[in-house]
């Protein structure tokens, strides 16, 4: 009987981000391009234009670019096909691809392979295929990544500073082409460098400061993010030879026409020729057990592949990070087979199907219900349901485990659940285990609603796993058939009379709670069903909605301002209680515009994001970020602001807190008597005139 070993399996491994996929080097087919080609992203099509413009001798175009973002976004991709786009628009018939290629090829030194910070190509580089090159584009400058250096006695944000040094004093008319990738922290290290030292006293000093100032600015995605009059990035306002875009904000779930990058992604993870043909699964007898070959096959179907991209678009929503394309990469790995670690035997590496094989032989072959029960919740396990929320409760926590041993099929299962041994320490791994899980896994969702399935799954599991199993088998694959078959047995271990004790019924509950778990988690990212979905469904309704954000926000002004009058006290100490009345010292003021701002929409100039706001004062500017718009739906409801997330909280504090140190620093308003300043017991201030303020004793 065939037992298939498919190295696509072995393959999607090398996807992840602490693996072959994880860094992308320009023009290294192998490192970090797991698809093999380019994904095309709105930067991408930008670039693209740029180049065949700046080729074709366009005027007015930014020349001098900057990729701005964190690690794993996409811009070395985007440097590769700006390059290659030149290349063809100018004619270079390849040639220029070729000596990019040939400059970014890693050498060894000291056994590590190095890639150039730096690469530069000038015409006379090119030859015969120099095209228009020479005559348009004049010189190639390349910063592949901003923080490397070019060696060890030097650092990054001088060199950066003396790449932009070099840009400006650039003869007019011979520009060169200029692309950077960098990171905002950099940036801002090399403009407080240039700032606090006297060795570029050469240079534009200001000149330089101003234009880092205005790229971070540009590029932000903070309180500037915020703002009705955001800065154009692309080109800037103030240097229009500059260009910048922030890949931060960029989204990769979500396509405005056609397939998204990560379902192109996903598609390729199971694309059946791969699955399917020989030499994959399609004769293997371990096939209808195997977690892999399930998870390809019910992604290739599209209703329930764009369920789970919508889960995953929500998680951006609800958390307000965006998947980056290594993260993404991993996750595709993740979702379908797992990594290396879970495949460890013995200190070494088992192949993923070698390891199918093995379990599904315990569980077909004979062996006794503890061994099949192990081998089914390590199975289980690889399902991309269960993957999404890799963490379980611990069911030995507060049981009997003296009792439990009574029932070796239900010691066994509580061992299994609590040391499925899937190891977490990857960032995929710690990003689906902590805030996506916290804000999205279905088995932490009750709903009152009696006709909701992940309420039905509760209620007949709390019956008994029998029950559940009968009810909702069908919706469940073979694995978990099996599995909760397993689970019905260890279940039925502890008879009626059994049941009579605390500790016996606890024992119980914890199996039966387990079934829901796993159940609601499968049938939940199924159906899409899932916790918090009602508030994410508003919320994304109210991003662009003024009438529908000015409705939710309502209650901030009643938060900041009780009775329409804002008082803060200028000595409590950040999170800390309010101190006594008798000793604090307060400002006070009428409460003035409490504005809601609705999302930006992408332009042409900069990118948008989905964060609506609240201006202040038409000064303060806070994000109504997801956890706030749930604390301002709960206060709607009678929830006091107490009861709100801690995080949350501080984001309105820190805005109480910007407006009481302006209030304090207000003359006029003072001398107005428009602002008040109560000094505890003692007194307050009051006017003495019109240019002074004095201190007047008792209340």
Not at 427 to 439: K, T, Y
Not at 567 to 574: D, E, G, I, K, N
Not at 613 to 629: A, G, H, K, N, Q
Request: contains cysteine; aromatic residues 6%; hydrophobic residues 40%.
């Amino acid at each position: 009987m065939p037992r298939g070993t498919n190295p696509w399996v072995s393959e999607l491994l090398t996807w992840h981000g602490h693996d072959q996929g994880g860094v992308l080097v320009p023009f290294q087919p192998a490192m970090g391009r797991p698809l093999g080609c380019v994904i095309t992203t709105p930067l991408i099509d930008k670039l693209r234009k740029l180049a065949q413009g700046l080729a074709t001798g366009t005027p007015s175009l930014p020349r001098w670019l900057f990729l701005v973002g964190g690690p794993g976004n996409g811009k070395s991709e985007a440097v590769e096909a700006f390059i290659n786009e030149v290349d063809k628009a100018a004619g270079c018939r390849g040639q220029l691809a070729k000596t990019v290629a040939a400059k970014f090829s890693a050498k060894p030194l000291m056994r590590r392979h190095v890639t150039p910070r730096h690469v530069e190509v000038e015409a006379k580089e090119l030859g015969k295929s120099e095209g228009l090159f020479g005559q348009r584009i004049h010189r190639l400058i390349l910063i592949q990544d901003a923080s490397a250096v070019d060696g060890p006695s030097q650092n990054a944000e001088e060199q950066l500073i003396n790449d932009l040094a070099d840009l400006l004093t650039s003869p007019a008319g011979q520009e060169p082409v200029f692309v950077c990738c960098a990171n905002r922290g950099l940036l801002a290290r090399a403009r407080s460098a240039i700032q606090s030292t006297t060795v570029h006293q050469w240079l534009n000093t200001p000149q330089v400061t101003s234009l880092l100032t205005e790229l971070l600015t540009a590029t932000g995605i903070g309180p500037n993010s915020l703002r009705r009059d955001r800065p154009r990035c692309w080109p800037l306002a103030h240097d229009a030879r500059f260009a910048a875009w922030p890949l931060d904000l960029d989204t990769i779930m979500v396509s405005r026409d056609g397939v998204s990058p990560f379902e192109q992604m996903l598609l390729t993870a199971v694309d059946g020729k791969r699955w399917q043909g020989k030499g994959s699964c399609s004769d293997c007898t371990s096939k209808s057990l195997c977690p892999f070959h399930s998870n390809a096959t019910i992604l290739r179907v599209d209703t329930l592949r764009r369920r789970l991209l919508k889960l995953l678009r929500h998680a951006e929503v609800a958390t307000g990070q965006r998947w980056n394309f290594r993260d993404a990469f991993s996750l595709c790995a993740e979702l379908v087979v797992g990594q290396r670690e879970d495949f460890r035997i013995a200190d070494t590496h088992s192949s993923p199907c070698a390891w199918v094989h093995e379990r599904v032989d315990e569980i077909t072959l004979g062996a006794q219900p503890p061994a099949k029960l192990g081998a089914a919740v390590d199975l289980a396990s690889h399902l991309y349901q269960q993957a999404l929320f890799p963490e379980l409760p611990d069911p030995s926590q507060g049981l009997d485990m003296k009792l439990i041993r009574t029932s070796t099929l239900t010691e066994s299962a509580v061992c299994a659940f609590r040391d499925r041994g899937r190891p977490a320490g990857t960032q995929v791994r710690r990003l689906l285990a902590n805030q996506f899980s916290r804000r999205l896994d279905p088995s932490l969702a009750t709903p009152v609603d009696d006709d909701n399935l992940l309420r039905n799954i509760e209620d007949e599991f709390g019956q008994s796993i029998r029950q559940g199993l009968d009810r909702f088998g069908d919706s469940l694959s073979e694995l978990e058939r099996q599995l909760l078959g397993l689970l019905t047995l260890a279940e039925a271990d502890w008879g009626e009379t059994v049941r009579e004790t605390a500790k016996a019924r606890a024992v119980v509950e914890a199996l039966r709670c387990l079934a829901s778990i796993l159940v609601k988690r499968s049938l939940g990212v199924h159906e899409a069903q899932y916790l918090n979905l009602e508030y994410l469904r508003e919320y994304e309704a109210i991003m662009g909605d003024m009438g529908k954000i000015r409705a939710i926000v309502a209650p901030m002004r009643s938060l900041l301002a009780p009775g329409d009058t804002f008082s803060a006290s200028l000595v409590r100490v950040f999170g800390q209680p309010t101190p006594e009345p008798s000793r604090d010292v307060v400002v006070a003021r009428s409460l003035r515009g409490v504005l809601p701002r609705v999302a930006p929409q992408a332009t042409d100039d900069r990118p948008g994001h989905d964060i609506p706001w609240v201006e202040i004062e038409e000064r303060e500017r806070i994000p109504l970020t997801f956890d706030l718009y749930v604390a301002l739906r709960l206060s709607l409801a009678g929830a006091e602001p107490s009861s709100f997330a801690p995080h949350t909280r501080a984001s309105i504090d820190k805005v109480r807190n910007a407006i009481s140190g302006r209030l304090s620093r207000d003359k006029e308003g003072m001398l107005s008597g428009e602002v008040c300043l109560n000094i505890g017991a003692l007194g307050k201030l009051v006017p003495a005139d019109k240019d002074s303020v004095e201190f007047q004793a008792g209340g």
